[in-house]
């Protein structure tokens, strides 16, 4: 759920832009000073003007007709001057229209245009990430906490039953970073277990749910390689820490 939200919040931030609608007969000096200040600004992506000409020719593009029709029926160009600007997220979107409406260069355009539609959108669409990260987090903290459990009772579990053998060991006088050794071994081996039967299940999830398409997006998105290795550092590094949890009980007798 959280990595379709993000890409569906990235496509919807290259959509949602704002447009200013210029007013003629205005300074080009005046119009460059408010592109430059909006440039300024770490969100937006691009400040791109548009002169009435520029706009007529694209309406024209965009519909083509067998005769200009400012010649043909004697008309002015109705279409406005305007600058376009993208920001970088979503979030920042509506911070640029509050800047807008107070802006010291509101004199130079008639209104602000704002995609309204894809800025609700993109705003549930952020909560719904952000609600997604919190879950996944205390899902993530239950996993490893449940980990450590587990793999605590497990070896404690082996050092009872092999208690006897401990105490050879003491009496012969093996150090006890010796007699530590072989459950730190177990703990890391039950990590990386962990990992394998993650790497397995995952297998099956690729192959059963996602289409082709869909899993060249998602390795390439979660960088697999990375992220396994990551999972694989700390999960042994839990299973270390949880023999060494359990070997200290048992010495220490608590």
Known sequence: INRVSNEVIEELSKKVDIIL???DEKEFNDIEGLIDELKS???????????KEDAFKE???KNPLQENPLTKFGIQNAFPASIQIFTNSAEAHQDIVSYLKNSQF?????????DEQSQKIAERLIHISTV?????FGITVAFVLGGIIIILNSISLNIYSRRKEIQIMQFVGASARFIRLPFVIEGAIYGILGVV?????????????????????????WALSGTLFLEAIISVFIGIVSSQIAIHRYFTGK
Do not use: W
């Open 21 to 23: 609608n210029l007013k």
């Open 41 to 51: 600004f770490p969100s937006v992506k691009e400040a791109r003007y548009t002169s």
């Open 59 to 61: 309406f024209l593009e």
């Open 106 to 114: 509101k004199e130079l355009y008639e209104n602000i245009e704002s």
């Open 132 to 136: 997604t990260k919190r879950v996944l």
């Open 197 to 221: 039967l993650n790497i397995f299940f995952f297998l099956i999830f690729k192959n059963i749910i996602l289409s082709g398409e869909e899993i060249g997006r998602f390795l390439s998105q």
